[in-house]
């Protein structure tokens, strides 16, 4: 594992740690105590696909990002994710919860808006081709 992929794991733990506490404390905005969570989910996927391929191009990254958690939030529309909630079994259950349960279209611009901010942070501030690391 390179220097890189190491950067973006650290970031990954970090958003991790962001997260949570995003579903933790309040702000009392009810549009950020919302959606700010959400917008850091997607952050992940996208430091985790960077981990994975740190010398793919950020824009690139951010579409294949993208592109999973759009598959992700319409597979809750199949109402699978839901039955996995009610399971009896712990790992499903847990499984729901990363899934999460409920199809909302402001899930998918909170995700966007979270990828793309990555994507912009990643292209002017952490991003260098491979040849120069």
Do not use: C
């Not at 990954?12 to 962001?18: E, F, P, Y």
Request: aromatic share 10%; glycine share 8%; hydrophobic share 60%.
């Amino acid at each position: 594992m390179n220097n890189l992929s190491r950067r973006y794991l650290v970031l990954a733990l970090l958003t991790i740690v962001g997260g949570v506490l995003s579903r933790v404390l309040h702000s009392g905005v009810p549009l950020l105590d919302k959606y700010l969570g959400d917008a850091l989910y997607a952050v992940l996927v996208y430091l985790l696909l960077r981990a994975l391929q740190p010398g793919r191009r950020p824009l690139r990254t951010a579409l294949v990002a993208l592109a999973l958690m759009a598959a992700i939030e319409s597979f809750q529309l199949t109402g699978i994710p839901a039955i996995m909630a009610h399971s009896g079994n712990f790992i499903l259950r847990l499984a729901a919860i990363a899934l999460g349960t409920g199809f909302h279209w402001y899930d998918l611009l909170a995700y966007a808006i979270g990828i793309m901010s990555a994507a912009l942070a990643d292209m002017f501030l952490l991003w260098r081709p491979l040849s120069n690391v």
